[in-house]
Nanobody, 118 residues
């Protein structure tokens, strides 16, 4: 049974930083692309960043230069380092696993809240 468990969310002031983690189990982690999506109230879920099994990365334009996705295959964990956070980054962030960067996600985490507010 595949499980993706997010951690590291919370409340941060504008301009601050957070690092999200997603620990995977029940899957051969290094054979999957991993990604982060987010969903703000009243909006559709959107891709934030993704990383292939070969560590090729892709980012939404809105987070380029501020967010960094990385993976540690030994720990079966994917990270999202978020710097220079803005109120518009407030959302529930979801970890996911997919066969490749261009494939639809197969597995999802439960989601974790990130709130950027003063």
């Amino acid at each position: 049974q595949v499980q993706l468990a997010e951690s590291g969310g919370g409340l941060v002031q504008p301009g601050g930083s957070l690092r999200l983690s997603c620990a995977a189990s029940g899957m051969i982690f290094n054979t999957y692309a991993m990604g982060w999506y987010r969903q703000a109230p009243g909006k559709q879920r959107e891709l934030v960043a993704a990383i292939s099994r070969y560590s090729t990365t892709t980012y939404a334009d809105s987070v380029k230069g501020r967010f960094t996705i990385s993976r540690d295959n030994a720990k079966q964990t994917v990270y999202l380092q978020m710097n220079s956070l803005k109120p518009e980054d407030t959302a529930v962030y979801y970890c996911n696993a997919s066969p490749s960067l261009v494939s639809a996600p197969l597995f999802w985490g439960q989601g974790i809240q990130v709130t950027v507010s003063s």
